[in-house]
Nanobody, 115 residues
């Protein structure tokens, strides 16, 4: 099984930046995709950014240009750099990993952007 631990969330002023990190452990050899999702209160969970199995990147259209996903593919650590943060970015941010059979989720890290 794969375990995912997110870090880097917190409270930030509008216009500021945060970098979230997600470290995978356990049966990590087969992980071939990792990414970030978020869920705001009363909203559906939505894609933030991800690396796909074929090594392309996906971004939410509204976030492209502000958020950047990077990774260390050997250590299975994925980051998302979040710039120019807005109050509407406030959400719980979840890390996801896939091994082709299963999707694994972290417990989430809270990001709160104050206006």
């Amino acid at each position: 099984q794969v375990q995912l631990v997110e870090s880097g969330g917190g409270l930030v002023q509008a216009g500021g930046s945060l970098r979230l990190s997600c470290a995978a452990s356990g049966s990590i050899a087969a992980i071939n995709a990792m990414g970030w999702y978020r869920q705001a209160p009363g909203k559906q969970r939505e894609l933030v950014a991800s690396f796909t199995r074929d090594d392309n990147t996906n971004y939410a259209d509204s976030l492209k240009g502000r958020f950047t996903i990077t990774r260390d593919n050997v250590k299975k650590v994925v980051f998302v750099q979040m710039n120019s943060l807005k109050p509407e970015d406030t959400a719980v941010y979840y890390c996801q990993a896939s091994d082709g059979m299963f999707a694994y989720w972290g417990q989430g890290t809270q990001v709160t952007v104050s206006s």
